[in-house]
Structures are given as structure tokens and as C-alpha cells.
């Protein structure tokens, strides 16, 4: 089975531009996650998206944005990028089975640069 | 809210060391507890997990025990070797299934042969 796919692996762009990053999950799996990987904040959870619904969200502002399309894939969106918002973007996928804990499987990551 | 905290590195060790990175949690109720491990430009692995108190994950020679007493859930190896080279990361979930991870800020691992 093929893992965890996101496009692009690495983007470059300037402030004040927007940025769209996508993922593909595990065949089968419904649930796709994102966090933000910085150096200073660690490993932060964007939000969760679920039969194109988002299911969680994390404390970020407005700017970032996601979506889920009726094959599982999701898209996060990034509008008036800052120099903060540098970052490793990491995609989760799992099951989302009726056990106690679903896996998570992660992505490569989408590394942004603002410039 | 809940939250991570582990040990700040990095970890230097000469190959065949132990290794012990120490992980303590805040959190209500009863979570998930995980390792996961990311090897340069990948994502995260799974490393182990235990979902309840006394549980012991355990996998490629890493092992932790979920420790409610003391809220904790420290890794360790008897044995480290080169490919154990990564970043570490302790990480929760609220019991449920489907609810967000909350990491630690990582801790880096470097053996040295």
C-alpha cells in the first residue's frame, strides 16, 4: 500500500502570497490530519477533516484553511503568508475504525519558505 | 489543556550506550500515550504506544511504560546503534480515537560509532 502522499515537497514564496498544499492519504483512509512543524513551537495540530467535514481544529488563525474532497485527498490553504508562518507541514492520515486510538500515518512534509 | 514535556536535547552516545529520554505528561482523564521518531527529511514514525496505565509499548529494541503514578512515559533502548540517529517525539491523545495529537518539542538523538 502506498504510504502518505503530499505535493509539493518543498515551496518557496514571498509575504503577502498565498500557498496551497496538498495531500493523499493511505487507500481507505477517511481521516486526514495537518500540523505545522517549527522549530521554536514544536509540532502544532492545524486540523483534522473527516468525509469533507472538519472534525477538529487547532488554534491558528483564519489564514490557514483546509479541505476535504469526497475521495479522502485534503488541501490546506495558507492566504497572506508571514515570515512566521515558515514551516514543515506535515499530513496525517488514519482509519478512523471504531478501536480506542486510530494510527496516524504521516506525510514527508511540505517544507515552506516565506520569503 | 493537555501537554508534553521531554527532555531537551541533544543526545550525544557512543554506540551500544543506553538510552533514556524522559517524558512527563499533563493531561485529564486517561490518554494514549506515543513515541514517535523522525529520521532526516521524512515524516513521523510510529515508534510505540500504550494506551493504557501499566501498558508497555515496545518495538526494534525501544521500549516505554505508561506510568499514571507519575505521569510519565520514558523511552528507552539498552543498546543504541547508528541507525538510531533521529529526532524523538512523546506525544498524547485525549482517549476517543480520533482526537488531536499534542507533541513534545522533540528531542535529538546522535550515536556516534
Known amino acids: 500500500k502506498a504510504g502518505v502522499t503530499q505535493t509539493p515537497r518543498y515551496l518557496i514564496k514571498t509575504r503577502g502570497q498565498q500557498v496551497t498544499l496538498s495531500c493523499s492519504p493511505i487507500?481507505?483512509?477517511?481521516?486526514v490530519s495537518w500540523y505545522q512543524q517549527t522549530p521554536g513551537q514544536g509540532l502544532q495540530f492545524l486540523f483534522e477533516?473527516?468525509?469533507?467535514?472538519?472534525?477538529n481544529k487547532g488554534n491558528f488563525p483564519g489564514r490557514f484553511s483546509g479541505r476535504q474532497f469526497s475521495n479522502s485527498r485534503s488541501e490546506m490553504n495558507v492566504s497572506t503568508l508571514e515570515l512566521g508562518d515558515s514551516a514543515l507541514y506535515l499530513c496525517?492520515?488514519?482509519?478512523?475504525?471504531?478501536?480506542?486510538?486510530?494510527?496516524?500515518?504521516f506525510g514527508p512534509g511540505t517544507r515552506l519558505t516565506v520569503l | 489543556g493537555n501537554s508534553v514535556t521531554q527532555m531537551e536535547g541533544p543526545v550525544t552516545l557512543s554506540e551500544e550506550a543506553f538510552l533514556t529520554i524522559n517524558c512527563t505528561y499533563t493531561a485529564t482523564g486517561y490518554p494514549s500515550l506515543f513515541w514517535y521518531v523522525q529520521y532526516p527529511g521524512e515524516g513521523l514514525q510510529l515508534l510505540l504506544k500504550a494506551t493504557k496505565a501499566d501498558d508497555k509499548g515496545s518495538n526494534k529494541g525501544f521500549e516505554a511504560t505508561y506510568r499514571k503514578e507519575t505521569t510519565s512515559f520514558h523511552l528507552e533502548k539498552g543498546s543504541v546503534q547508528v541507525s538510531d540517529s533521529a529526532v524523538y517525539f512523546c506525544a498524547l491523545s485525549d482517549q476517543g480515537g480520533n482526537t488531536p495529537l499534542v507533541f513534545g518539542k522533540g528531542t535529538r538523538l546522535s550515536v556516534i560509532a
Open positions: 477533516y473527516f468525509s469533507e467535514t472538519q472534525r
Open positions: 496525517a492520515s488514519s482509519q478512523d475504525s471504531n478501536s480506542l486510538y486510530n494510527e496516524q500515518f
Open positions: 487507500s481507505g483512509h477517511r481521516s
